[in-house]
T-cell receptor, first 116, second 114 residues
């Protein structure tokens, strides 16, 4: 059973370009979470999605950032008009059920975004 | 809001040394506590967890005990190996804050020298 897949692993963009990060959850998992890790900091929750629905986007910046998890295909985190401050590692996690006290999330290897 | 504080790294030890990585938390509710490990170039993996006071989580020789009185969840291992070199993250999930989303410490890098 393949784990959570993320691609690309490394992404370089110039300021003003768009970054598109993809996440394929583990087989049978319909819950996806996106986190951002700035250098020397812990992970910060961004958004929680189920298939075709955004459940909690309280951690996502209001502008330039969007996420989707379509019925078919991977979850996408999109950052429009990137700025240098968007440089970070972006991790995706999936779980077979929603958040709870026994919540175990399975993580992908991350996408490291560098904005020049 | 809730928060997790870990000891700063890197922590450098010799093989077979005793390991402690401190983790303390603040929470409005009664959280579950987790340790995740990230090996170089890989994603985070759940190492162990505890869901109520005095519970001890254990896995691969690592242990951590949920101490409500000191709001701590320190990670310990009696004899570390070079293969334990990784970044370790403490996290909590609090039903009364952020709807069970995981809140993370900054991570502690562990380096084990042969």
């Amino acid at each position: 059973n393949a784990g959570v897949m993320q691609n690309p692993r490394h992404l370089v963009r110039r300021r003003g370009q768009e970054a598109r990060l993809r996440c394929s959850p583990m087989k049978g998992h319909s819950h996806v979470y996106w986190y951002r890790q700035l250098p020397e900091e812990g992970l910060k929750f961004m958004v929680y999605l189920q298939k075709e629905n955004i459940i909690d986007e309280s951690g996502m910046p209001k502008e330039r950032f969007s996420a989707e998890f379509p019925k078919e295909g991977p979850s996408i985190l999109r950052i429009q008009q990137v700025v240098r401050g968007d440089s970070a590692a972006y991790f995706c996690a999936s779980s077979p059920s929603g958040p709870g006290p026994y919540n175990e999330q399975f993580f992908g290897p991350g996408t490291r975004l560098t904005v020049l | 809001g809730d928060s997790v504080t870990q000891m700063e790294g890197p922590v450098t030890l010799s093989e077979e040394a005793f390991l402690t990585i401190n983790c303390t938390y603040t929470a409005t509710g009664y959280p579950s506590l987790f340790w995740y490990v990230q090996y170089p170039g890989e994603g985070l993996q759940l190492l162990l967890k505890a869901t109520k006071a005095d519970d001890k989580g254990s896995n691969k020789g690592f242990e951590a005990t949920y101490r409500k009185e000191t709001t701590s969840f320190h990670l310990e291992k009696g004899s570390v190996q070079v293969s334990d070199s990784a970044v370790y993250f403490c996290a909590l999930s609090d039903p009364e804050d952020s709807n069970y989303q995981l809140i993370w410490g900054a991570g502690t890098k562990l380096i084990i020298k042969p």
